[in-house]
């Protein structure tokens, strides 16, 4: 998606958060892990996802976890979504 300085677009700002950071993970192939409700943990790349469903892939293995069963999504690494300033006009 496009960024301008660490800020996302207007156009950007009106989709959801979930959207936004699934999406970010995806493009980015950012290591996360997954957990679950019933406690367990998944580790991989988010390949895609849908409104009910993602896609994980760890190595040559591909598992779709539906979205009502995951509890937490935690990347790797640390990302910036949002510059968290609104923007003087």
Known sequence: ???ARGELLMEE???SVQ???LNHIRTNKTEVTVFLINGV???GIVTS???FS???KKESNFQLV???AISTVM???AIKLYDGEKKKK
């Open 1 to 3: 998606y496009k960024m």
């Open 13 to 15: 700002t009106s989709k």
């Open 19 to 21: 959207d936004t950071f």
């Open 41 to 43: 943990k998944l580790q």
């Open 49 to 51: 996802f849908d409104n």
């Open 54 to 56: 993602l896609l994980l």
């Open 66 to 68: 539906y979205k009502h």
């Open 75 to 77: 990347p790797e690494e």
